[in-house]
Nanobody, 123 residues
Framework: QVQLVESGGGLVQPGGSLRLSCAAS????????MGWYQQAPGKQRELVTT???????NYADSVKGRFTISRDNAKNMVYLQMTNLKPEDTAVYYC?????????????????WGQGTQVTVSS
């Protein structure tokens, strides 16, 4: 009933920038928090940043001052602007959305994951 589609990943040189996008679609009633996570090869998935429905944000120390999360509530989208990228930022980036949707038994709350988008920072 709900789907997240991510886009914007790719290969970039150190110091470069990328913008990730995540669109939520389906029988959505409302969205609470939205966020981005990263998973590097051989490592666990880790929180990068979140933004709540009021626009308050939270960042991992490793990305503070370089990454910016934003959301468009009208479009059910969340973005991640990444600047001054470093090789250690290389990972698959996943969008996560905490939302209410219309299920078969009424309104249901659920955390939904996107399929992931690869970001590679290399010269």
């Amino acid at each position: 009933q709900v789907q997240l589609v991510e886009s914007g990943g790719g290969l970039v040189q150190p110091g470069g920038s990328l913008r990730l996008s995540c669109a939520a679609s389906g029988m959505i009633f409302s969205i609470y928090s939205m966020g981005w996570y990263q998973q590097a090869p051989g490592k666990q998935r880790e929180l990068v940043t979140t933004i709540n429905s009021s626009g308050s944000t939270n960042y991992a120390d490793s990305v503070k001052g370089r990454f910016t999360i934003s959301r468009d509530n009208a479009k059910n989208m969340v973005y991640l602007q990444m600047t001054n990228l470093k090789p250690e930022d290389t990972a698959v980036y996943y969008c996560n959305v905490d939302l209410l949707y219309y299920g078969e038994t009424g309104l249901l709350r659920r955390g939904v994951w996107g399929q992931g988008t690869q970001v590679t920072v290399s010269s």
